[in-house]
């Protein structure tokens, strides 16, 4: 029997080469889940929620409960996190919700148009946390606190001989002012103030890339996760997406390239109209991470020689679907897809999947 | 019918749209007259977003456009105009996602439904209230987490118990909602996005 040490170094083997688009011997299976680990292992959402120390211990349990998968994609579930990245305030179960409630974003519009000058005057690291503590009554210093957690949480998964897939994470600029703007206003905003909107984005973005840089030289990481969560080309005009989405998402990539990681591209709702646009990245240097609304074949076709794809097994069929159905869906991916293809659920693995359907996409993968 | 105001509606030219309405107003025109130019403009949006021409952006600056516009002469009230009768919509308990359903809401309204938009983390009793009280040809259930599935399936077969379900097309909508959700669900019509809900519900009402 291997120890946890050589179930980690083989399948972080073969990640890394899925990574680089080489053979390996079976596709590596990628786990993005927290919720479900929760109702898997008979716990709560509130249980998970109470903080990172609990929710890896839940998600460990899970992990080591559902065998040979290769990893998982964090180390801890993010809900309690939410207001930092999407400068919205969120409803936690057990808190705010009942206790097997889905957490969830309570978007309104939070940050006004004048806010847009403070960011361009004074600058964003000026303005963001005033904004959480007062005006969304974050509690900073105890979320801080929490994520402080976080190196641990990935040394429990490892230890475990699992691989944390992503090691740092980022939104694209425009989905912080998307989230306090609120969406409605924030579109808006790109038709009624977009030079401003610009200027504000422009400041943001400095700042965030470098805090990015910094944290990929921190924790070495070697795959960063860039979610453009509300980015998807069926929600703009390509003039708009171009300006407003694309330009940040490139830069960020570039970035994180250039610190030497693999940047991992959450694509959440269908992007298929821009996918040529993701041809300019250099060959094996992001992962386009798809969630079943982009047809996963057209990413092949189109992008599939120079990147890896990482998807998309849909939360809904998870949820509905019987075990010979996503192990067949899973199967054919697999095949498909080939080389440089991690199969994982699309978006995360809902709190409601069927157990039977979250071992049976594993073991399309495994063979077991 | 002013082609210049429903040019620029259509055009997305707030500007415009603002000036001529206030101009139409003073001139004493009937306010259900500019309504009916403001709808034409967004009949044209309708067609543009369906030639891919408009997408989401442009849908609900148009929304927000016709917003302005008709509360320059009044608003159109909670539930607006009912050329195409009236359409019940909510999100289904447990779920406090609005942003969709407020969009399908000013969408629909703009497009000559009257709308009563129960809010977010629907009760069915309250659904079920509604489609007595207002007797809706079609009821919209929105849903943005898998988790909720089985609240919304749950919710239709209440509308079933209760001897509604012959009179009302039970629409659903949201991210995870495909094809396989509305069978689950058991569903009438599964809308991908806000247009897809106008275009259904005014072919469903012409039909009747």
Not at chain 1, 279 to 292: A, N, Q, R, S
């Amino acid at each position: 029997m291997k120890t946890t040490q050589e179930l980690y170094n083989e399948r972080l083997e073969r990640l890394n080469k899925t990574l680089a688009l080489e053979k390996t011997d079976r596709t590596p299976v990628i786990l993005q889940m927290d919720g479900f680990c929760a109702t898997h292992m008979g716990y709560t959402l509130a249980d998970l929620c109470k903080g990172v120390k609990e929710s890896n211990k839940i998600m460990l349990e899970s992990l080591k409960d559902l065998g040979d998968v290769d990893g998982s994609e964090s180390s801890f579930a993010a809900g309690s996190v939410f207001p930092l990245t999407f400068m919205a305030r969120v409803k936690l179960p057990g808190r705010d919700l009942p206790d097997n409630m889905l957490w969830q974003l309570d978007e309104a519009e939070m940050m006004k148009p004048e806010d847009y000058d403070t960011i361009i005057n004074k600058g964003w690291s000026n303005f963001a946390p005033g904004y959480l503590r007062d005006r969304l009554k974050v509690n900073v210093d105890e979320i801080m606190e929490d994520i402080a957690y976080g190196p641990q949480a990935t040394k429990n998964i490892i230890d475990a001989g699992y691989v944390v897939y992503k090691q740092s994470t980022s939104l694209t600029v425009n989905e912080y002012l998307g989230g306090g703007r609120s969406m409605v206003k924030f579109m808006r905003d790109l038709f009624k103030i977009p030079d401003k909107v610009e200027a504000a984005l422009e400041v943001l973005q400095k700042e965030v890339v470098e805090g990015l840089r910094k944290q990929i030289r921190d924790s070495k990481a070697s795959v960063v996760f860039l979610s453009p969560a509300r980015g998807a080309s069926e929600f703009f005009s390509p003039k708009l997406w171009e300006r407003f989405v694309w330009k940040y998402i490139k830069e960020t990539a570039d970035a994180v390239i250039e610190e030497g990681a693999v940047c991992n591209i959450h694509m959440d709702g269908n992007w298929e109209r821009d996918l040529n646009y993701f041809k300019d990245f250099p060959k094996g240097k992001i992962v386009l991470e798809t969630d079943g609304a982009t047809d996963i074949y057209k990413v092949k076709e189109i992008l599939g020689s120079n990147f890896c794809i990482k998807g998309d097994v849909p939360a809904a069929k998870l949820a509905l679907g019987t075990p010979d159905e996503v192990y067949n869906y899973s199967t054919q991916l697999i095949k498909d897809m080939g080389n440089g293809f991690i199969l994982s659920s699309g978006c995360s693995v809902p709190p409601n999947a069927k157990v039977e359907n979250v071992k049976a996409m594993i073991s399309a993968a495994t063979g077991k | 019918m002013s082609k210049k105001l429903a040019e620029a509606m259509a055009d997305l030219d707030e500007d415009i749209v603002l000036s001529e309405v206030k101009a139409l107003k003073q001139q004493g025109v009937d306010p259900l007259e500019i309504i009916e130019s403001l709808q034409e403009g967004m009949g044209i949006v309708g067609k543009r977003f369906e030639e891919k021409e408009y997408f989401l952006s442009e849908l609900i600056m148009s929304a927000e456009v016709f917003n302005e516009a008709s509360q320059l002469i009044g608003g159109m009230g909670e539930s607006g105009t009912s050329k195409y009768g009236v359409f019940v919509l909510g999100t289904i308990y447990d779920d406090i996602h609005d942003i969709g359903k407020n969009i399908v809401t000013t969408v629909m309204r703009s497009n000559g439904f009257e709308v009563i938009d129960l809010g977010v983390d629907v009760p069915t009793a309250k659904f079920i209230e509604a489609i007595k009280q207002y007797k809706p040809k079609v009821v919209g259930i929105s849903c943005l987490l898998t988790t909720c599935f089985d609240n919304v399936k749950e919710c239709i077969q209440a509308i079933e118990d209760a001897g509604l379900r012959s009179d009302v097309k039970v629409l659903i909508g949201g991210g995870p909602v495909d094809e396989a959700t509305g069978k689950y669900v058991k569903a009438d019509i599964v809308a991908k996005n806000a247009q897809n809900t106008v275009d259904y519900c005014k072919k469903f009402v012409e039909v009747q």
